[in-house]
């Protein structure tokens, strides 16, 4: 039954779609041949010639829902095999694996995971292949717009989104409560909040704690404390704004938080699971964190403030207009030379719907790319508080796009905390940073 | 059909082994070298522009570089001067007739067979600015008044991976220094004792140079293990605070594969090659010229 819905609402969204190109009119044909044998209880296949595509994933998630999915699109698609190779844990092994394979013209690789920060470095190194054809605006209206800009490089499209995320600001229910405090829209007021709420506790919180640990997770935190104050990193032309008055401003700001222990001393070496575990072990007021803290917050065996932690969108600058998260999450991308380009974007398409991206949120706790996911009423069944998320993800910002993105990152890494240890002050740790990142590519 | 000489066959049976070499080793180290003389990319796509040196007179002006340098160095000599220090003292421990002296010599490898990644966590958890039991201990000896981030400040996060370090390596100085220890012919004492030689004497007419060969082997070891570390400062610091903990390999890790960089990732990787080398060059003579002078003079 359920098998039935999902193939009439695939061939519903093909009817809908501009038939200009004959290779998706082709298609169309096809599935709407398959979707009427199914429908009719036919479960002969269509003649068509079998296909054995290669997907390079993610390690398989908790509850083994790609293949789950795999076997869903089957239903439809029995000539085409999809065969999953898992890629290695950690996101830059990830990353290395792909680029060796595919700089050597692989093409036993039909498309791949990548994170949102690589399109830049895949699309100028032209390993990939632009979507803007077989993705057409028309379909990509229901997803979130900071996934699909995260996708986009150059005015072109080059990957279709299947899971996102974005920072947001954890706070003490209960705190905030006793004191009769609101949910902090700025950041000075979040120091004000916290600060007051120390003194009255009798001392031993901090106010702040995010993954300031040298590396990617600062780079996210540090790209948020920059455009929630209206300052830039990367300019749409390319051009690096990094030393910026708002940027000095805001930086400034957290040194000094850090310098008067607003924010615990150690959280320069702090990874995102340091900083959570000093929010759950009740030593925090707020936590800057990724939407999965959330469900580990009520793990009573790992946190002492279960049911205590509210979620809010992130505080903005003196400067700022809105508070702005980075955006994370995975897409997927197709390899320029693969052999089944028109088999591969069928179940690229197939990832990115709506049942698939629903069957990994309710199994593996992912945050779908698709907006209409915010407002279903399982997901909200089981985890009410992704009703907050929407308008964090709408006005979620993708970090620097540039394809030199891992060199601009780790300098923008490294002067931050040069910065907030004081070592440089955050005028000249800016400054520096703009020299460096000037260089980067030439 | 002429048959093989008894060279010929040694030759024949070593040629897998030298293929593999030359495949595995050899030709990447070289392609290593030659990359280093290219401007190449990732996201410049697939082209080499031959450009000499340039990727040198880049490094020998970028401070980056002299900053993982100086890091190396001092990461490098600090860790195998104590752990070498150190390994002696243990060994003669271990060296001295007690009971439960076989357990020890087990007891005493644990840190060295524990995988560095997971020690390197080991160590973070210990000096955590919340709940470190370092701090802890520290604080109730009454040296700080107050729990340290360790990992947040240079001085002291540099401190912390070298007393990693040491305390995952010494144990495994110290046993080869132990091997060593009992190579030594115990008749070479007992004379040396009836000659009016003392304890202190001894140790450093008889023990120490009889040890050199395999000191030198244990230095030579550490040495380059030491230039080339990488794992414990993912593990610890990921090079930070800002720069203060990068190291040359780690330098080289990222500019290479984490920015596509690879003519310049090339040109740090070979100054590594380069440095070992001469290290391990200076080694080879001594170690060979010792080993041999220690068999004349075996009796």
């Given amino acids: 039954m359920c098998a039935i819905v999902v193939t009439s609402e695939y061939a519903r969204n093909y009817i809908l779609k501009e038939e200009k190109m004959k290779k998706l009119a082709l298609c169309l ?111 990509r209206a229901g997803f979130l717009a900071g ?3 995260a996708a986009t490089y150059n005015d072109k499209l080059w990957g279709i989104p299947f899971r996102t995320d974005a920072g947001v600001l954890y706070y003490r229910k209960d705190l905030l409560q006793k004191y009769g405090k609101e949910v902090p829209k700025t950041y000075t007021d979040l120091f004000a909040t916290a ?143 693969s052999k089944h380009k028109d088999a591969s974007i069928k179940f690229m398409r197939f990832y990115a719907s709506e049942y698939a991206q629903k069957l990994h949120t309710l199994n593996d706790s992912y945050m779908p790319a698709r907006t209409t996911l915010y407002t279903d009423k399982d997901i909200l069944e089981k985890y009410p508080h992704y009703s907050d998320f929407p308008q964090v993800l709408e006005t979620a910002v993708p970090r620097p796009q540039s394809p030199y993105y891992a060199e601009i990152s780790s300098i923008l890494s490294a002067e931050v905390q040069n910065a907030m240890k004081g070592s440089k002050s955050a005028a000249q740790a800016l400054s520096d940073a703009q020299k460096a990142m000037e260089q980067v590519g030439k | 059909m002429k048959t093989l000489t008894r060279k010929q066959f040694g030759y024949l049976c070593m040629a897998p082994t030298l293929m593999i070499f030359l495949i595995f080793a050899i030709y990447p180290v070289f392609r290593t070298i030659l990359l280093s003389l290219y401007r190449f990319r990732l996201q410049t796509g697939p082209t080499k522009t031959f450009i000499g040196l340039d990727n040198y007179f880049h490094m020998f002006g970028d401070s980056r570089f002299f900053n993982a340098l100086f890091f190396t160095l001092l990461f490098t000599l600090l860790t195998v001067v104590t752990e070498v220090i150190l390994g002696l003292i243990f060994a003669q421990l271990m060296n001295l007739p007690f009971k439960g002296r076989g357990a020890l010599r ?18 973070k958890f210990m000096v955590h600015d919340q709940y470190g039991v370092f701090n802890q201990i520290l604080q109730t000896l009454g040296i700080i008044d107050s729990f340290l981030p360790w990992l947040s400040r240079d001085t002291s996060a540099r401190l912390v991976l070298i007393m990693s370090d040491i305390w995952k390596t010494a144990p495994y100085v110290s046993l080869l220094v132990l091997a060593g220890l009992q190579t030594i012919p115990k008749t070479l004492y007992e004379a040396a004792a009836i000659d009016g030689a003392g304890p202190i004497r001894r140790y450093f007419s008889l023990t120490l140079p009889l040890l050199k060969p395999v000191l030198a082997t244990a230095v030579l070891f550490r040495l380059i293990s030491s230039f080339k570390v990488f794992t414990v400062i993912v593990a610890l610091t990921n090079g930070g605070p800002g720069y203060a903990t990068e190291s040359l390999t780690m330098y080289t890790m990222r500019t290479y ?13 070979t ?29």
């Fill in chain 1, 29 to 139: 044909t096809v599935l709407l041949v398959a979707t009427t044998l199914f429908a009719a209880g036919s479960k002969e296949a269509v003649p068509e010639a079998a296909v054995t595509l290669h997907w390079y994933s993610h390690a398989s998630s908790l509850g083994n829902t790609e293949k789950a999915i795999i076997e869903k699109f089957n239903e439809t698609n029995p000539n085409i095999t999809v065969e999953v190779i898992e890629l290695p844990e950690a996101t830059n092994d990830k990353l290395q694996a792909l680029l060796i394979a595919l700089q050597s013209g692989d093409s036993s690789i039909d498309f791949f995971n990548a994170d949102v920060t690589w399109t830049a470095t895949f699309a100028s190194a032209q390993l990939i292949e632009p979507l803007d054809t077989w993705f057409p605006a028309s379909e």
């Fill in chain 1, 147 to 149: 996934t699909i800009a």
């Fill in chain 1, 195 to 337: 600060q007051e709420i120390n003194e009255k506790e009798g001392g031993g919180l901090y106010a702040l704690v995010g993954s300031l640990a040298n590396g990617e997770g600062l780079t996210c935190n540090a790209v948020e404390w920059f455009y929630s104050n209206g300052g830039q990193v990367i300019g749409k032309d390319g051009s690096i704004l990094i030393d910026s008055s708002q940027n000095r401003q805001i930086l400034e700001m957290m040194s000094e938080a850090y310098a008067n222990k607003l924010m615990p001393e150690g959280v320069l070496s702090y990874g995102s699971g340091d900083a959570r575990s000093s929010m759950f072990q009740g030593k925090q007021v707020f936590m800057r964190a990724w939407p999965k803290a959330y469900a580990m917050g009520q793990d009573p065996a790992k946190s002492q403030v279960m049911g205590k932690l509210g979620v809010a969108p992130l505080p903005r600058g003196p400067q700022g207009t809105m508070g702005k998260s980075t955006l994370g999450g995975w897409q997927l991308f197709m390899n320029k030379n």
């Fill in chain 2, 106 to 123: 087990v007891v005493v490898l644990i840190p060295w067979a524990i995988p560095t990644i997971v020690s390197g966590f080991m160590w």
């Fill in chain 2, 257 to 269: 594969f984490d920015a596509g960089n690879y003519g310049y990732g090339s040109a740090l990787a």
């Fill in chain 2, 271 to 299: 100054f590594t090659l380069f440095v070992t080398c001469i290290i391990a060059l200076l080694f080879t003579d001594v170690i060979r010229g010792k080993i041999d002078g220690g068999k004349r003079s075996r009796p």
